[in-house]
């Protein structure tokens, strides 16, 4: 099935990878609450990134997340982020870079991480942009519709909730 449409209609989804259920539940337990990484990455576009888990807390190159209920609260964890998750505010470029156009204001303000836009989509009724963070990562942040921010512009990344957390893969 296509994934929009069984989200979208369906009060039950089951998820098969390689063969077996690997969860059921409603659309919004699936997308929100999945039972794996596998699944997170499945179910919904979803940004990974690597952090350490203290407490109710992570630190990865956003800064620190707040944790989900019942993810692992020690130790390396992979985060899963959803573009509407990430909230994007206009930054200075970082020093010795190239002065761009700034982005959209009014999200940056405390933590995050400042990167540069590498890519943008829009689709009318919303958009998103791509954002090489430092250390090589590439963030997609889904925004409201309206004018996004030019490639090449810097912009302060942060999450705006808490995202869900899983056990780091070796």
Do not use: K, W
């Not at 919004?28 to 499945?42: G, I, W």
């Not at 609260?73 to 573009?83: K, M, Q, T």
């Not at 002065?99 to 919303?126: C, F, I, L, Q």
């Amino acid at each position: 099935h296509d994934q929009q449409e069984a989200l979208s209609i369906a009060d039950q989804v089951a998820v098969l990878l390689a063969g077996r259920v690997a969860q059921t539940g409603e659309p919004t337990e699936l997308y929100s609450a999945p039972s794996s990484l596998e699944v997170a990455t499945f179910v919904g576009e979803a940004v990974v990134l690597a952090g350490v888990a203290h407490g109710a807390t992570a630190s990865c190159v956003l800064g620190e997340v707040g944790l989900a209920a019942g993810s692992p609260s020690a130790g390396a964890v992979d985060l899963v982020i959803r573009p509407e998750q990430l909230v994007v505010g206009a930054a200075a470029a970082p020093h010795g870079a190239p002065a761009e156009s700034a982005g959209p204001a009014g999200a940056g303000g405390a933590g995050g991480a400042v990167g540069a836009v590498v890519g943008r989509s829009y689709y009318g009724h919303d958009g998103v942009v791509r954002v090489a963070l430092p250390g090589g990562d590439i963030v997609t942040c889904r925004m409201a519709a309206g004018v996004l921010p030019a490639r090449g512009a810097y912009l302060c990344v942060r999450a705006n909730a808490a995202v869900v957390a899983f056990p780091a893969r070796a």
